[in-house]
Structures are given as C-alpha cells and as structure tokens.
C-alpha cells in the first residue's frame, strides 16, 4: 500500500520486542506486501544498531516443511542477527528476556570470506569456515504466536536469540545427520540436517542470493543460520536444552526465570 508508515511500524515492533509485548498482526490494518514488510524489517533492526547493536549475520527461515507445516508458511523468508541476540552457549538463557518462546535445531555456518554476489551449491563451502550446532530462539511479537507471511518477515522473522556451539571445519557429509533437541534429557524434536533444503549448504546459497537481492554484503565472520530441521517447542524455566547433531557434537543452554 502507499502511504504505509514503515518507520512506524518498525517502532511499534521494536518497542513489542523490547518491552515483551505481544501486539495484533499489523497486516489486517495496515496491508503492506512483502517488499514493504522487509522495509520494516529493516528499519526495526536500524533502530537496534542505533542503540550500538553490531550485525552479527543472518537467519533464514521456513527451510523445512516441518516449520513450514507447523506455522502455516511456505516461502522461505530471512532475517537479520545483531550481537544482542547471541546467548552464550551452556550458559542461562532467562525467560524474562521473551514474551513467549520457543527453540528450535538448527546449524549455524561461519562465513571465511566476504559474500558479495549469488553463490553456486558448489561454491558454497569454499566461503565457509565451519559449521557448528546450534539452536535458534523464536519468540513473535504477535499475540499468540499466530501470523501470515508479511507479518513474520516484519518482524525480523521472529528472530529472538541464538545459541551457537562449537564450529567445525568439515564441510562434507552436511545433508543426512541426525538431529536430536531434548529437554532435560528428555527428545522433543527428532529430525535429519537432510530436512533444511535438501542439504543445509542449501541455505548459503539462499543467503547469498536474498542479500544480493537487496545490494548487502555479508561480511567474513558472518554468521548464517540455516533454518530449523523440526518444528520448533515452547520452553519454560528450569529446563536444560540441548541439541545433538550427529557426527558435529552438542549445543546446550539451561532456562531461568
Ligand atoms: C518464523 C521463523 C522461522 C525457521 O528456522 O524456520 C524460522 C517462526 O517460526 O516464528 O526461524
Ligand atoms: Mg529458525
């Protein structure tokens, strides 16, 4: 729609996240498609690298028909990470810090090299210098989790927090390992790398073209999170989460108040 005030609605989200308060979809009143709902994505995250937020990489999102299936979206959309959604891995991840969270599996990859145009499957690994395993918080500003397409990317694609294990440099062999998040020991979420677009490498390549698409450049030491291999579960305090994916180790946080 002309006339949709993008730095309003950039505002309004970025106030929901900071003061942990979910609020109605915006696209019911204020109809914007899809370009202008990554303009407002990128004026919220604008707002946080004005209050000294450092980017820090990006995440894609809906990669798996699982996360497709479990929210009812099926394009894959991407978002931006800045330094202030990194929780340090096995440390204590406070629930006061979201409005109503959930964690997901997925793989991380660190980029050696500056991606500065669209990447080839092939070309994909020799931009990377690892690929660690790692979980990604999601926490909507909408009320209830609930949202259509244009609504999720304007909210950075729900992107929440991030939980990144240790990197390793082998590349090969990404695209049929086992995932296994638990809670206290406990599967919840079982599933295979192979579920993240065939083969996750899939996702650099995706990347690389989105932000080609838009003229950015992703720096080396960027971070791309490839998007979750299963649907994603709701967490609580008091809850050690962890994520083992085969043959790459172990992410781990633990949940507070
Ligand atoms: C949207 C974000 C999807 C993924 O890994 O597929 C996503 C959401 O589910 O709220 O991060
Ligand atoms: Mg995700």
């Known amino acids: 729609m002309p006339g949709t005030d993008i730095a309003a609605l950039a505002q309004l989200l970025d106030s929901a996240a900071r003061e942990r308060g979910e609020i109605d979809p915006l696209t ?36 798996s028909r699982a996360k497709m299936i479990q929210m009812g979206v099926d394009s894959l959309i991407w978002g931006l990470l800045t330094d202030a959604m990194l929780y340090e891995e096995g440390g ?35 931009y990377l210098a690892g690929v660690a395993p790692a979980m990604e918080i999601i926490d909507s500003r909408y009320r209830n989790f609930k949202f259509g397409l244009e609504d999720v990317v304007a909210d950075n694609c729900s992107s929440a ?19 296994t998040m638990r809670f206290n020991g406990r599967p919840v979420a079982l599933g295979s790398t192979g579920a993240i677009l065939g083969n996750p490498l899939r996702s650099v390549v995706q990347a690389s073209q989105l932000a080609s698409d838009c003229g950015m450049v992703l720096p080396a030491g960027s971070l791309i999170m490839a998007g979750a291999a299963t649907a994603a579960e709701a967490f609580k305090p008091g809850l050690h989460v962890s ?7 172990r992410a781990e946080f633990l949940t507070g108040g």
Request: aromatic residues 6%; contains cysteine.
């Open 161 to 179: 927090g991030v939980v990144v294990g240790e990197f390793c440099a082998d590349l090969s062999r990404l695209n049929n390992l086992g995932v």
């Open 92 to 126: 204590v991840v406070s629930l006061s810090d979201f409005i109503h969270p959930r964690v997901e599996p997925e793989l991380c990859f660190l980029t050696s090299r500056a991606i500065d145009r669209p990447l080839t499957l092939l070309e994909a690994a020799g």
């Open 243 to 249: 994520v083992d994916i085969g043959g790459l180790g």
């Open 28 to 63: 019911p009143q204020h109809g914007f498609n899809l370009e202008q709902a990554y303009a407002i994505q990128h004026a919220s995250i604008a707002l946080r690298h004005a209050r000294g937020e450092k980017p820090v990489g990006v995440k894609l999102g809906f990669t």
